[in-house]
Structures are given as structure tokens and as C-alpha cells.
């Protein structure tokens, strides 16, 4: 039922990789470590200031994907991958755009179950991909009648 | 503690033991992450969804996983951080984060990870591609 959605990518949006975002996510996952949240430490390191923690990019604004109606509840994660060419830099900031790469059903333990992997990126200002990721969601059979209209 | 420099195949980081789970933390993860999905913060929407009772996000096991990488920010940086969600976590699981150093490059350390909950099942695993500076 997404299958006629692979391709489809969403617009670049901007974020910024805030400070205090990265304080409250890094607390949030209790990794208080200095490198994300001493400036003295950032300042001192081989990156000449703050880092953020690899699944920080959680935490940005993708875009919408044109007809791609997901619920927001109902969803299995499966898998999940992040791809880094460097760490992300406190107070520098990201295009980033999400697209379907694909979508298939399988036979399952809940009756036939569909996959939809999205594949994000985030850029930086001069246009080279920072990091990439992917998301295996698991829609079950229920939610998709749901969803057909 | 041992710098990357030194590991070897069959050799585990450090692991670490998280405090039981309880609903302030992820109410505090999903106010830091955005992800707003009450299964993971209201007992009575878990309950709707066929649930016992409220889970942990999936993205919160995998934030906390790769906090035993951090401490070596000097020597290099998670390249690839891939992993399966494969158990629920629930409020008051124990769960332990381990690294297991796999495969020995040049500059590349393949880690298998994992997070175990306290009956010793997996509930995330996968793996971190850990890349060297040469410098």
C-alpha cells in the first residue's frame, strides 16, 4: 500500500543542532559526558567545540513526505542505522530530508505485516552529507486497514 | 580505563548497568526526542495497544547503548551504528549495555552491541563501526 511512494522524497528543512537540545537529549539518555556538554572540554578537543551523541538526529525535522499518512501510534520499529562521515558539531546547521526507499509485505507471527524503510540524510551548509540513517517501521495488518481508505 | 589502541578481538568495553527504567525517564526522553507516543509514557494507551503496561522508546535503549562509546571521542567516531529491535523494555527492567570488539582493521573496530534486560535477553543488538583518526 507505500509502494507506489518509493522515491519520494521529502523537501530539505534546516535545523540547527542547539545547545541546549543537545544538553536535555544527552541527559535524557544519561550520557552527561563533557564533550557534549563543556565548552571548555569542546573547546579543548580535536573538534574545537561541542559534539552530539549519534542518535541525535532523533531529534530534527525531516519534512513531509507528499501522501505518505503514517499514524503515530501502531507502528513497530525494527531496525534502525545511522552513517557518520563526522560527529555532528554543537551550533551547526543541517538540511535534512527523509525519502522512501522502499516498501514490502511479509507473512508474519501477526498475520501479513508491511515494511516501509525510510532513509534519512542530513547535509551541512556546503552541501556534504554529514550522516545518514535508516528506519525499518512495521506496520501490522490491523493498523493498515485502518488506514485504506 | 583501556584506549581503543590496545583492544582486542574477543575484547569487551566496559559494560554498563542502567538504573531500573522509570516513567520520569522516558517522559524526559520523549520530551527531548519529540517522540510524543504515549505507549512509551501513559499506562492506559499501552493498555489500548494490547500492551501490560508502558515500554521504553526503541531510540532510548539505542541512545543509552552508545554511551559506552563516548568516552573515547579523542580516538575516533561512531561510523556506522546499526541495530534490530528485538524485546520490549518495560518500567523497572534492569537493563546492562555491552560492546564486544568483533573484527580488527586498519583504522576500523566492528563492536557487536547489545542491551539485555535483567532475565539476560537481548532487547537491542546490532553492531558500531568504530573509525580511528590516524592523526
Not at chain 2, 531500573?20 to 510524543?36: E, M, N
Request: hydrophobic content about 35%.
Amino acid at each position: 500500500m507505500f509502494k507506489h511512494l518509493i522515491g519520494k522524497q521529502s523537501a530539505k528543512v534546516k535545523n540547527s543542532v542547539e545547545r541546549g537540545a543537545v544538553k536535555k537529549f544527552a541527559e535524557s539518555i544519561g550520557d552527561l559526558h563533557p564533550i557534549y556538554l563543556d565548552e571548555e572540554t569542546g573547546r579543548n578537543s580535536r573538534y574545537k567545540g561541542n559534539i552530539a551523541p549519534p542518535t541525535f538526529p532523533r531529534v530534527f525535522d525531516y519534512g513531509t513526505i507528499e501522501d505518505l499518512n503514517l499514524p503515530n501510534k501502531g507502528l513497530i520499529h525494527g531496525e534502525q542505522t545511522f552513517h557518520y562521515e563526522r560527529p555532528l558539531l554543537v551550533g551547526e546547521d543541517i538540511y535534512c530530508y527523509s525519502e522512501v526507499k522502499n516498501y514490502f509485505e511479509k507473512k508474519g507471527t501477526m498475520g501479513e505485516m508491511g515494511f516501509l524503510v525510510l532513509e534519512s540524510f542530513g547535509e551541512d551548509t556546503s552541501g556534504q552529507i554529514v550522516f545518514s540513517s535508516k528506519s525499518t517501521v512495521i506496520i501490522s495488518e490491523a493498523v493498515r486497514k485502518v488506514l485504506v481508505p | 580505563m583501556m584506549t581503543l589502541q590496545e583492544i582486542q578481538v574477543g575484547d569487551s568495553l566496559e559494560d554498563i548497568q542502567l538504573e531500573p527504567v522509570d516513567r520520569i525517564t522516558l517522559i524526559k526522553y520523549a520530551g527531548a526526542s519529540g517522540d510524543f507516543n504515549p505507549i512509551h509514557t501513559i499506562d492506559e494507551e499501552a493498555k489500548k495497544a494490547g500492551l501490560p503496561g508502558i515500554i521504553a522508546h526503541g531510540m532510548w535503549t539505542m541512545g543509552n547503548l552508545s554511551k559506552l562509546f563516548t568516552p573515547y571521542y579523542e580516538e575516533g567516531f561512531i561510523q556506522d551504528y546499526q541495530i534490530r529491535f528485538r524485546g520490549m523494555v518495560f518500567l523497572n527492567d534492569q537493563i546492562t549495555l555491552k560492546a564486544e570488539l568483533k573484527e580488527k582493521e586498519a583504522n576500523k573496530l566492528s563492536f557487536l552491541v547489545k542491551a539485555i534486560n535483567q532475565k539476560g535477553a537481548d532487547v537491542i543488538n546490532g553492531e558500531v563501526v568504530y573509525k580511528k583518526y590516524e592523526d
